[in-house]
């Protein structure tokens, strides 16, 4: 069985493309980098989601000597001309802090009606080998913003998201309705192939 790397510590990630991997009918063992306690995280210096996920997924690949998958992701909103982009987690200047993320962006669409307040979820997935093939593919979840956050699911952007013809932001989903739409699970499912490819 080919051991495969997910390049994150979020446990509920490695679940989801474990899920996505088994429904495909690949048998791959997949290990998130906890189980390299020795690794550290790599930074994310490229322009695009696509060169972040690049980054880490090659970074791991040399640093374990396995085939490595990371993702990079974030929201662009089309009146922003993409931002908060590859800066969606630190958009408020701390890194991570949600709250503040999320309460700068409404402030800052605050004067935006609703026809112009499309945005999506972006998500790269790449793939690494030791040996430095690659392969990256993205997936996008699109909608409208919504002018105050609504539901208690999900994290970052998702309570002010709604996806086109849902109804719902993307905190007022269930795990499993979330999943079978969202950017990153889109961008998982569009890997399959390559995993197949490359690592038969």
């Known amino acids: 069985m ?24 690949l048998s791959h063992e997949l290990l998130g980098v906890d189980a390299f306690p020795e690794l550290s995280d790599v930074k994310e210096t490229g322009v695009t989601f696509a060169e972040n996920a690049l980054l880490k997924a090659h970074a791991t690949a040399r640093a374990t000597g396995l085939p490595a998958v990371a993702d990079d992701s974030g929201l662009c909103v089309d ?72 539901g208690d699911g999900g994290f970052g952007y998702d309570p002010i998201l709604e996806p086109d013809g849902v109804g719902r932001t993307c905190a007022e989903l269930s795990p499993p309705e979330k999943n079978a739409i969202s950017h990153r699970g889109k961008a998982f499912r569009a890997l399959v192939p390559a995993v197949r490819e490359l690592l038969a």
């Open 79 to 150: 009146v922003l001309g993409g931002a908060p982009g590859i800066f969606s987690a630190r958009w408020a200047g701390r890194h991570g802090d949600d709250r503040a993320n999320l309460e700068l962006l409404l402030a800052q669409l605050a004067d935006i009606d609703g026809a112009h307040r499309g945005a999506h979820f972006a998500c790269a997935a790449a793939l690494a080998l030791p040996d430095g093939r690659e392969r990256v593919v993205e997936g996008r979840l699109t909608g409208v913003l919504r002018f105050e956050a609504a």
């Open 2 to 25: 080919t051991r495969l790397i997910l390049a994150t510590r979020n446990a509920a990630k490695v679940t989801e493309l474990r899920a996505i991997l088994a429904d495909a009918g």
